[in-house]
């Protein structure tokens, strides 16, 4: 690619929405933690466990889900976690119980899992070296900005119902965009051999210490930060009443 093509903000958009439509669905939900837990019926301190079961999907999906788009593409895969997270967070819209929300919440986290792990394979086709860092510095920005307006917008609505009906059309809005306008490389561009295996790319994987390092260290921070950003709004809340 001798020139980068116009065409690469249009792919950076729309995969920074795949990561910001993911935290933006699942930070929706600690504002209005304290009327759920009374609405379905659990202790408000559980409402924890409800923003976090998205992240359950990207410890057991990163990894898997990085090798099956190595060997069937990104688009296609991220494609198909975008369907089950899209479903996901219209049932959460129906969920009745702690069980049915957790349950739409973990599908949920399929969108913002494989889109972290797998999007900077398609910007790395976009964009030259000299420009990647910009473009992986906006894209992981989206996850960020993500949760911050899904917490911030959350109180503005009429009820948390009204908050998941929007969260749900956005999410649909997205996976459209992912259909119809992201192309994994430019026009004329080799695609790259497929994995022989997607186990043997993930027996490969797994076998490099730098993985392990900085697994636990997100881990620790997903923890630090799931903690503060769940429980601190349903505190507020309590406090309040």
Do not use: C
């Not at 510095?137 to 009204?162: C, D």
């Amino acid at each position: 690619m001798n020139n980068e093509s116009p065409y690469r903000w249009v792919v950076l958009a729309v995969v920074s929405l795949a990561v910001f439509v993911g935290g933006f669905t699942q930070f929706m939900v600690s504002p209005w933690g304290v009327e759920i837990s009374t609405d379905l019926g659990f202790d408000a301190t559980d409402i924890a466990g409800i923003v976090l079961a998205p992240m359950i999907v990207g410890v057991l999906l990163s990894l898997p889900g990085g090798t099956l788009a190595d060997r069937f593409g990104v688009k296609k895969v991220l494609a198909v976690a975008l369907v089950i997270a899209t479903i996901g967070v219209f049932l959460r819209i129906w969920a009745d119980s702690y069980v049915l929300l957790f349950a739409s919440m973990f599908l949920s986290g399929a969108s913002g899992t494989l889109a972290m792990a797998n999007s900077p394979k398609i910007l790395s086709a976009w964009f030259k070296p000299q420009s990647l860092g910009l473009a992986f510095g906006i894209f992981m920005a989206g996850g960020g900005l993500g949760s911050t307006a899904g917490m911030a917008v959350a109180r503005l609505f009429p009820s948390y119902v009204y908050a998941f009906w929007v969260s749900a059309f956005v999410m649909l809005a997205v996976l459209i965009a992912w259909v119809l306008l992201i192309k994994e490389r430019p026009e004329g561009e080799e695609p790259p051999p497929p994995a022989a295996s997607p186990i043997a790319g993930l027996k490969h994987v797994i076998k490099l210490p730098n993985v392990w390092l900085l697994g636990a260290g997100m881990a620790f921070l997903t923890a630090a930060n799931m903690t503060y950003s769940s429980l601190l709004p349903v505190g507020l809340q309590a406090d309040k009443a």
